[in-house]
């Protein structure tokens, strides 16, 4: 999923936090939502302008920038 055709950053805005293309809706307010329990439905009938690909692209993004954000345990040596 190329989460980059869903998802800009403008600091015009909501002050340059991640947002759906074309909307005020942000990344950080569906993350909530599906943290919260909510089912994609759910999140589309309060965010009407949203698809559920734009949702599954919040999905894509918060995985890239977790595997961006952790650190990898270091590798054992081999003795």
Excluded: W
Excluded at 11 to 35: D, Q, Y
Aim: hydrophobic share 40%; aromatic share 4%.
């Amino acid at each position: 999923m190329n989460y980059q055709q869903h998802i800009i950053r403008d600091p015009k805005v909501c002050g340059g936090e991640p947002v759906i293309k074309g909307t005020r809706v942000t990344v950080r307010t569906i993350l909530a939502s599906l943290a919260e329990g909510a089912r994609v439905e759910e999140i589309l009938e309060d965010f009407p302008t949203l698809t559920e690909e734009d949702v599954r692209a919040v999905i894509a993004f918060a995985a890239t920038s977790a595997e961006d954000d952790l650190p990898l345990p270091p590798v054992p040596a081999l003795s």
